[in-house]
């Protein structure tokens, strides 16, 4: 019993945060012009992707941290469609965390590993709306972590990046 104790606390020692759950929070396909494809093959539709890192607390030590996406498809103008999802992570950090050592795990790790399920979720949903599947390309939430940090460091207070408060933290990638 006692080495199963001592690898409990091991665990525990050396992963900082635990996910606890992932879902589909919101999930919106639009194809109001699905014909549209079968007019013009030759023209390629323009596809713009934006990506939204949300955290919120729940509890104590629980946050949740959501990726919010819209993408949408355009053929000269005309939509193709649209991609509405919000993806969540029920997420629960040791206690000692702190700062921004807490603002990297739920605004860079959990996102890191939720990603390809996001990815895939939007994959099927266009390949089922009749579109080749949307890969979309792989975030490198770390770079636009440090990016926004810098670049709001100076014009925000301590206190506005403090993940514990009660206001959201939110990260856009587009």
């Given at each position: 019993?006692?080495?199963?104790?001592?690898?409990?606390?091991?665990?525990?020692?050396?992963?900082?945060?635990?996910?606890?759950?992932?879902?589909?929070?919101?999930?919106?396909?639009?194809?109001?012009?699905?014909?549209?494809?079968?007019?013009?093959?030759?023209?390629?539709?323009?596809?713009?992707?934006?990506?939204?890192?949300?955290?919120?607390?729940?509890?104590?030590?629980?946050?949740?941290?959501?990726?919010?996406?819209?993408?949408?498809?355009?053929?000269?103008?005309?939509?193709?469609?649209?991609?509405?999802?919000?993806?969540?992570?029920?997420?629960?950090?040791?206690?000692?965390?702190?700062?921004?050592?807490?603002?990297?795990?739920?605004?860079?790790?959990?996102?890191?590993?939720?990603?390809?399920?996001?990815?895939?979720?939007?994959?099927?949903?266009?390949?089922?709306?009749?579109?080749?599947?949307?890969?979309?390309?792989?975030?490198?939430?770390?770079?636009?972590?440090?990016?926004?940090?810098?670049?709001s460091g100076n014009s925000s207070t301590k206190e506005d990046n403090n993940i514990n408060s009660d206001s959201q933290k939110t990260q856009t990638i587009n």
């Amino acid at each position: 019993m006692a080495d199963n104790n001592n690898s409990n606390n091991n665990q525990q020692q050396q992963y900082p945060f635990y996910i606890h759950d992932q879902y589909i929070k919101d999930l919106s396909f639009e194809n109001p012009n699905v014909l549209l494809k079968y007019t013009d093959v030759k023209k390629q539709p323009e596809v713009s992707v934006n990506v939204e890192t949300h955290v919120a607390k729940v509890q104590d030590d629980t946050y949740e941290t959501t990726l919010k996406s819209v993408i949408n498809s355009k053929i000269d103008d005309k939509p193709m469609f649209v991609v509405d999802i919000t993806y969540g992570a029920l997420v629960s950090v040791n206690n000692q965390v702190q700062g921004d050592n807490l603002e990297t795990i739920l605004l860079v790790h959990v996102p890191f590993l939720m990603f390809p399920f996001l990815r895939c979720i939007i994959s099927d949903v266009t390949r089922n709306g009749g579109y080749p599947p949307l890969l979309i390309e792989p975030i490198d939430f770390a770079s636009l972590y440090l990016q926004k940090k810098q670049n709001s460091g100076n014009s925000s207070t301590k206190e506005d990046n403090n993940i514990n408060s009660d206001s959201q933290k939110t990260q856009t990638i587009n």
